[in-house]
């Protein structure tokens, strides 16, 4: 490592101090690619050692990860670099007596496992696979290890799997053959393989082989795009395995009819433990004597936005019931407290994501942590261990106790970095929207905000559109950037958003460009009531996925009420667009069902059939890879305001999908959008 890493790694992990002085300056998409990032968290069954992984990138750009232990006993520790190897460490885990942890590298040429002790040593690789392990697990006595590999179904053997891979890739001809949807998912064309679950035993023996336990089932476990191994987890007594995945079936695009499955860990028969619900079943939990399972479990089938439910199972009684079925929330990760009497779960809450304590008897609800989005790492030694972010927060690990006190920073990661940036001042705000029901929003005065001045407003609609802009530090969308830029930002959580109860959420289903649209017009007529400071005759609005959609339907619906609009990967044409997207469960749930069942609703809310209003200058942004909403979607929103003379600009990344994941495009982004803001507010 070059000594310059060395030293920006030092002072990300807290162990030397700024290695310069700047005078603050407004945040701008250079700093925020150059943030470290905090991951990979772990804690010990004990609660005193902790274990995270920091990517360190240098004023140059170049990235560096490595993991650090932290000695949470000694209130004075200071973080110890355990890693120095090239690559990232991930998915880190702790073996159940503390005293070595597991994580996955690709030091070799393929992911694998490796155990490292932390009282000195170095890693040993655990695992020697001919294919990449993209997860892991571990048995709760830490003897077995349940991993998810990329395999092909039919093969027997993972050098089968490895050999078909070799010479898929080796192949002159291109044209690839389907049978049935889905043929490709996200950004990604279906090739046929699966994920699958292989179980081993760590038994001091390096792991050459493993038992597919999901042989013959054409399914993927864990699902993609974005699922892990929070669907996956042993039996407490480390005799099965149990994972949430569809059923082999030919309506994988348009069913969400994820099932818990149960397998024993030599495999052999798989039980649905969760047949007669057609909805969405995730995240098994086990209590760790095992007597309960918890899992999330919605209702309504073809719905991903329903609410989460928790259920309980009872493994000795049989019986099942839903925990807290009055509470409104729609919890997001679930963790038993060491007795199995309670449940800590993360979930949306006006904004925030909130910790809760559930009591599993009662069905108590009590908010632990409500400030910012908080994801929970562990609960260990009567306190929380969760990592949390702001709009003026990256993201670092903190503590609280179960009670809801002594609320404790264990990381501070860029605390160099952010000396050196000013953020803008930012509020939540509500107002009456649709039906005169309360709507929350939040907006942020521009940096170096003067008393007596107005701004220009950035109009930030958030996609979905099940979604929320609220209290977090985004790494795409930040909305801390056009603050820095100059702008007074506004985002409102129009109806359909999460976190205000089901039945705000749901109130956007067959009614896209009615409530939000009457919200987001409020919203804007509310917020510069209450701050003056906001100028509301100087504003553009920009959006992506939904919020894309949201700037087409403002151009045919109110097309007087901005100065320029962005549009990133927005839907232009429902027909259309419902032909050529993948997961046909969304339009069909949110349009009442396929198009040509319920034609009348599309065109009811088709940006397209109100091309005559068009006349708004408007920038298009689409990544060639996005298969959710594919870019022949921008590039007709294109070609209709090129034709009708409006002013117009299309950026399409070829590599991209629905998100911009890479730092460089993500910088060309920011200089695009925020030229075309520019020019049109004439700030």
């Given at each position: 490592m070059k000594k310059s890493s060395v030293l920006f790694a030092l002072v990300a992990a807290g162990l030397a101090t700024s290695v310069y002085a700047a005078e603050p300056t407004a945040f701008n998409v250079q700093q925020l690619v150059k943030l470290n990032k905090l991951h990979s968290a772990a804690v010990s069954n004990d609660g005193k050692t902790m274990v995270y992984g920091v990517k360190v990138v240098d004023d140059k750009g170049e990235a560096n990860s490595d993991l650090y232990l932290l000695d949470l006993s000694d209130k004075n520790a200071k973080p110890k670099q355990l890693t120095s190897a090239a690559g990232t460490e991930h998915d880190v885990s702790f073996s159940p007596d503390g005293k070595s942890i597991y994580f996955l590298a690709s030091r070799t040429?393929?992911?694998?496992?490796y155990q490292l002790a932390l009282n000195g040593g170095e890693a040993i690789a655990v695992t020697d696979l001919p294919?990449?392990?993209?997860?892991?697990?571990?048995?709760?006595?830490?003897?077995?290890?349940v991993m998810t590999l990329r395999v092909f179904p039919e093969c027997k053997d993972l050098a089968c799997s490895k050999e078909m891979f070799t010479a898929e890739a080796e192949r002159k001809s291109t044209g690839r053959l389907y049978k049935q949807l889905m043929v490709r998912h996200w950004d990604t064309w279906e090739d046929h393989a699966r994920n699958h679950l292989f179980v081993a035993?760590?038994?001091?023996?390096?792991?050459?082989?493993?038992?597919?336990?999901?042989?013959?089932?054409?399914?993927e476990t864990p699902p993609k795009p974005f699922s892990g191994m929070e669907e996956v987890t042993f039996t407490a007594d480390g005799k099965f395995v149990v994972y949430s995945a569809k059923a082999p079936s030919n309506d994988q695009a348009w069913t969400t009819n994820y099932d818990l499955w149960q397998v024993p860990v030599a495999g052999g028969e798989t039980?649905?433990?969760?047949?007669?619900?057609?909805?969405?079943?995730?995240?098994p939990t086990y209590s760790a004597d095992g007597r309960y399972l918890a899992y999330l479990a919605m209702t309504k089938p073809g719905y991903e936005a329903d609410r989460n439910r928790i259920m309980l199972r009872d493994n000795v009684t049989g019986q099942e019931k839903e925990v807290a079925p009055l509470w409104d929330r729609s919890p997001s990760s679930i963790n038993f407290s060491a007795d199995g009497r309670t449940l800590y779960v993360t979930a949306q809450d006006l904004g925030q994501v909130t910790l809760f304590e559930v009591n599993t008897q009662f069905g108590d609800v009590r908010p632990i942590y409500n400030q910012g989005s908080n994801s929970l790492i562990a609960v260990a030694n009567n306190k929380l261990f969760f990592q949390k972010s702001t709009l003026v927060e990256p993201g670092d690990v903190y503590s609280v106790t179960l009670e809801g006190e002594r609320l404790t920073q264990l990381t501070d990661v860029n605390k160099d970095k952010l000396a050196?940036?000013?953020?803008?001042?930012?509020?939540?705000?509500?107002?009456?929207?649709w039906n005169d029901e309360t709507v929350h929003g939040y907006w942020i005065k521009p940096v170096n905000y003067e008393e007596g001045k107005k701004y220009p407003i950035a109009y930030l609609v958030h996609g979905g559109p099940q979604g929320s802009f609220g209290n977090s530090f985004s790494s795409r969308w930040n909305a801390q950037l056009w603050a820095g830029a100059g702008y007074g930002v506004v985002m409102v959580d129009f109806h359909g958003s999460t976190g205000y109860g089901q039945a705000f959420t749901d109130s956007i289903g067959k009614d896209w460009g009615g409530k939000p649209l009457e919200d987001l017009k409020k919203g804007m007529a509310a917020v510069t009531t209450q701050q003056p400071w906001l100028d509301a005759s100087n504003a553009?609005?920009?959006?992506?996925?939904y919020g894309g959609y949201m700037m087409n339907w403002f151009q045919g619906k109110w097309n007087d009420g901005f100065k320029c609009l962005v549009d990133h990967a927005g839907l232009f044409d429902m027909r259309s667009m419902y032909y050529v997207t993948e997961e046909l469960w969304f339009p069909e749930y949110e349009f009442g069902g396929p198009y040509d069942?319920?034609?009348?609703?599309?065109?009811?809310?088709?940006?397209?059939?109100?091309v005559e209003n068009w006349k708004t200058p408007m920038l298009v942004i689409h990544g060639e890879k996005d298969y959710r909403v594919p870019y022949g979607q921008g590039l007709a929103a294109f070609t209709l305001m090129q034709r009708k003379g409006i002013p117009s600009e299309l950026l399409v990344f070829p590599d991209e999908n629905h998100w911009i994941l890479n730092q460089d495009n993500l910088q060309l982004w920011y200089k695009n959008v925020l030229g075309w803001m520019d020019r049109w507010t004439a700030k």
């Open positions: 040429g393929s992911s694998q496992l294919l990449d392990i993209n997860g892991y697990k571990l048995s709760n006595d830490g003897k077995q290890l035993s760590l038994d001091g023996e390096k792991v050459t082989t493993a038992i597919d336990v999901t042989a013959g089932r054409d399914t039980v649905n433990l969760t047949p007669d619900n057609k909805a969405w079943d995730s995240q050196n940036i000013t953020f803008g001042e930012f509020e939540q705000f509500n107002f009456k929207g553009c609005a920009l959006g992506g996925s069942q319920n034609k009348e609703l599309y065109e009811k809310f088709n940006p397209a059939n109100y």
